[in-house]
């Protein structure tokens, strides 16, 4: 399928989907003949439920803009920004199970897997000569890869989830009032689905980049089953580089850009380093969160933005000379329209803003972030190298990833322990993928976000006192909603 014929479903998708996609899993009911199998016979209306599915991520707001407030506000990368209570509390710890935003990403990862179980559901049903064996199989694995997905943004933000693994078709309590499954069994699941992915998936869909790049390839399922095995509770670094070894060996033939600036420059999209990424075409189909964060003279507006990058990041690119990185990440601009608390607490402060996506475009940016890149596959090897206890190679890795920046290679001192490589790479992913939605797993993943977060000396100007993260244990998992709560008596609440 052509981009053409991938995007023209998008309209009939959404169409089908509206009827069912409520607010929450738990809020479904068939009220549309669109829910019913007579609605799934023919090859091009299972190819438009696919393609709904896809839809998941421009029109959820967590793959949009919020796992950006999860990953990197709630961490050492950024403030909050803006003017949005809900916002600052994500950013100080103090998020609420009645918070909107949390029934909001809750409610958008299980919209996701509604619209993937519906395929993997009706698949089976078609009878279409036209929809072929080897089309079938593909479409099952990319469902399969995308149920995934979700469910690994829900397990690693609140743990044990429950696993809906079929399409809702009745409003009967005990069908849909599931109680969590342990955070283990998610992993599980989410792992299995994207074996089975792997291998029904092609590594490419042809010479096409705007396709293989839009849909998921078996390189995608085992990059984030790369993923999956080292944020797993278990951490099965061993797992992990023998799925990034099928990435490796992948005839997509993924590979490091020369120039870390073309990765966000906006004229490189669908690159060899890129294994997906969301097709924001513009207009109704474009991205508005670079409006969000670019300064006013990229965005035409002169309200106060979100997502400022910290001291603490900035001070990072700094200590270790990464004049590249931060060019490409950050940006800053006098600004007399507002006043941020911590760079300056006054009108004509310099203040930087989060430029990897550099075009605002009104709300309709073409700009993306990636789902999946191979330069965090190469650091992630690196960890799992460093895990298992190859330190050679690890250090190796890491300094593909400083070449293509005019780094140095890691010093003897950096590579001479586990635990001094692991601070290494973990710096490295750190400025290698800021604002691209891994801060906070590389932290917790770790065991790192209590210390970080707490020994932190960001200086609230208003002030002059340090800003008090205040970061329990228990705060590294988001509350399940509230309105789940209520609907659900299976549910239990996380510690709060």
Not at 111 to 127: E, F, S, Y
Not at 463 to 474: D, S
Request: proline content about 4%.
């Amino acid at each position: 399928m052509n981009l053409y014929s991938f995007k023209k479903y998008i309209l009939s998708a959404a169409l089908l989907f509206s009827a069912a996609a409520c607010d929450n899993y738990l809020d479904l009911t068939p009220i549309s003949e669109e829910t019913s199998s007579s609605a799934y016979s023919t090859a091009n209306q299972i190819e438009a439920a696919l393609t709904g599915a896809y839809e998941t991520f421009q029109s959820s707001d967590y793959y949009v803009w919020d796992q950006i407030l999860l990953e990197d506000v709630r961490t050492d990368n950024d403030y909050a920004g803006g003017d949005n209570p809900e916002i600052f509390a994500i950013d100080l710890f103090n998020i609420t199970p009645t918070n909107s935003r949390v029934l909001g990403w809750w409610s958008s990862l299980y919209n996701g897997i509604l619209k993937a179980n519906t395929v993997l559901d009706r698949l089976p049903d078609v009878t279409d000569p036209k929809l072929t064996d080897e089309r079938r199989q593909q479409i099952k694995g990319e469902a399969l890869f995308l149920r995934a997905l979700h469910y690994y943004n829900l397990a690693k933000n609140w743990g044990g989830v429950p696993l809906v693994l079929e399409s809702t078709t009745t409003t009967d309590p005990g069908k849909i009032q599931l109680p969590r499954a342990t955070e283990a069994e998610v992993y599980a699941q989410i792992l299995k689905d994207l074996d089975a992915a792997a291998k029904l998936l092609p590594d490419t869909y042809g010479s096409d980049a705007t396709v293989n790049k839009a849909r998921a390839t078996a390189g995608a399922a085992y990059a984030l089953a790369a993923k999956a095995c080292a944020q797993e509770p278990a951490h099965d670094y061993a797992k992990a580089l023998e799925y990034i070894a099928k990435v490796e060996a992948s005839s997509a033939n993924y590979r490091l850009l020369d120039n870390y600036a073309d990765l966000f420059d906006g004229n490189h999209y669908n690159n060899a380093e890129s294994i997906l990424e969301v097709q924001y075409t513009g207009g109704s189909e474009g991205n508005w969160a670079p409006q969000m964060m670019l300064p006013p003279s990229l965005s035409g507006d002169t309200w106060r933005k979100f997502v400022v990058p910290s001291h603490n990041l900035i001070d990072a690119y700094d200590a270790e000379g990464d004049v590249v990185r931060k060019n490409a990440s950050v940006i800053f601009e006098k600004v007399n329209d507002w006043v941020d608390e911590y760079w300056g607490n006054a009108k004509g402060s310099s203040i930087p803003f989060a430029y990897k996506m550099k075009n605002a475009m009104g709300w309709a940016s073409t700009d993306r972030l990636y789902i999946l890149r191979y330069g965090d596959i190469v650091l992630l090897k690196a960890e799992a190298l460093n895990e298992t206890g190859d330190l050679t190679d690890a250090a190796a890795e890491v300094n593909k990833i400083r070449a293509r920046v005019n780094l140095a290679p890691l010093t003897a001192a950096q590579t001479a322990t586990k635990d001094a490589l692991r601070t290494a790479i973990l710096n490295e992913r750190r400025l290698e993928l800021a604002q691209e939605g891994q801060r906070w797993d590389d932290l917790k993943r770790h065991n790192l976000v209590v210390s970080t977060m707490n020994n932190l000396q960001e200086i609230d100007l208003r002030t002059g006192q340090p800003t008090q993260y205040n970061v329990t244990e228990a705060k590294t998992l988001l509350p399940i909603p509230q309105q789940e709560l209520d609907r659900n008596p299976q549910l239990e609440q996380n510690p709060l």
